[in-house]
Antibody, heavy 122, light 108 residues
Framework: QITLKESGPTLVKPTQSLTLTCTFT??????????VGWIRQPPGKALEWVAV???????YYGPSLTSRVTVAKDTSGNQVALTLTNVDPADTATYYC??????????????WGQGTMVTVSS | EIVLTQSPGTLSLSPGERASLSCRAS???????LAWYQQKPGQAPRLLVY???SRATGIPDRFSGSGSGTDFTLTITGLEPEDFAVYYC?????????FGQGTKVEIK
């Protein structure tokens, strides 16, 4: 059974950096084809693709965040970290991590974590 | 970047009625790499359909997806009370992956 859980600060001040961790079970990022994506959702708004990292360390970022976001994996610990620098109140959102795969073609994110709400405010 | 436009923004229907949700892409979504998610308040999205028309595990057959190229549809045949929610389409063929802005299906 695949599970994912996000963790990190709930309140961050503007201009600071935000680091969120996704801890997962039921799969490993050392397995060919496996990936973990990050998606965020501001309150009352739509889903926004943030980033994805695959088993081979390929990473892809959403265009509006490319200059401020990085994603990294810790294969031994089954964790993925998302770092967002120079945060702004517009980064206030629920952040989700989710499982995906890429084998003989791309697959959508299928299993999601519960999400973690982050507020950016002074 | 592929922009997905969903319509209508809100659909007001009664239980038992049929819902038809549209998702239009700014360019062709090759390989029919289009998914649909359902999201209820306070919950993470749930995958309903992938590959434009394949139901995810455990999804009732009243949910069906269709379409190709730039035009896709999610149909819910016979709305159940638990189906009133927000629905998002999502393309995963190109990076960045993108989502539509959502369609809310509400009780009339």
């Amino acid at each position: 059974q695949i599970t994912l859980k996000e963790s990190g600060p709930t309140l961050v001040k503007p201009t600071q950096s935000l680091t969120l961790t996704c801890t997962f079970t039921g799969f490993s990022l050392t397995t060919s084809g496996v990936g973990v994506g990050w998606i965020r959702q501001p309150p009352g708004k739509a889903l926004e693709w943030v980033a994805v990292i695959f088993w081979n360390d390929n990473k892809y970022y959403g265009p509006s965040l490319t200059s401020r976001v990085t994603v990294a994996k810790d294969t031994s610990g089954n964790q993925v970290a998302l770092t967002l620098t120079n945060v702004d109140p517009a980064d206030t959102a629920t952040y989700y991590c989710a499982h995906t795969t890429y084998d003989s073609g791309p697959h959508p994110v299928d299993i999601w974590g519960q999400g973690t709400m982050v507020t950016v405010s002074s | 970047e592929i922009v997905l436009t969903q319509s209508p923004g809100t659909l007001s229907l009664s239980p038992g009625e049929r819902a038809s949700l549209s998702c239009r892409a700014s360019q062709s979504v090759s390989g029919r790499s289009l998914a649909w998610y359902q999201q209820k308040p306070g919950q993470a999205p749930r995958l309903l359909v992938y590959g434009a028309s394949s139901r995810a595990t455990g999804i009732p057959d009243r949910f069906s997806g269709s379409g190709s190229g730039t035009d896709f549809t999610l149909t819910i045949t016979g709305l159940e009370p638990e189906d009133f929610a927000v629905y998002y389409c999502h393309q995963y063929v190109t990076t960045p992956r993108t989502f539509g802005q959502g369609t809310k299906v509400e009780i009339k």
